[in-house]
């Protein structure tokens, strides 16, 4: 095991969330290390025998929220197609896949709201090593979601062109990431009433030119 993969095992969550937490009201620029000591109530030798700087801290949270994110959309995809050697995908599998990852990741961002802020900040103040792995974990992840949205097109609209489809994949990604700048649970409605609205604005607005455009299973 690496040393970045031995410390998020190995870095407790109240830590990471805390200092998420902070980073999301200040930036990363402006937040310092002794900052993020007193938020968590750590010295700066406690806080460094789990992280070597901020920029690790800024790995950390990023390689944890991507893996949790990965591992749920990965299970759902595993067990849709353990589902689908079964017996073909039809209708209620293919749009049983893609809200369930919706779900999924409205849900881990509503409750990680602070850690999502700081992912969305990018890569930009890491290491090549740190970005490049962060990179990778976002590639397996956007993978995932463009196979669910490719097999729900090549169901419900069959013939789509690849580069449509993998338009459309970014356009839902784009609804789902950048909810984390606007959402707000106790004034906005529930995680399930967001998973609702984004299913059914993109599923239909995807099938618009198509004669099916009603996938309300």
Known sequence: MSAPARQVAHCPDDILSQCAALMARQGYHGTSMRDLARTTGRSLSGLYHHFASKEDLLYLINERGFSSLLSNAERLRDAYRAEVRRRPAGTSEVAGLLRDLIT???DYFSRHRSEMRVLMLGTQPMSPAHGEAVRRLKQRYSDVLSYA?????AVYAPGTARSEVERKAWLLFGMMNWVFGWYA???LGSPRDLTTDIFGIFTQGCL??????????
């Open 104 to 106: 999924a990741h409205v």
């Open 149 to 153: 949205v490719s097999e729900y097109m």
């Open 185 to 187: 649970v106790d004034e």
């Open 208 to 217: 618009a030119s198509s004669p099916v455009v009603t996938t309300s299973e």
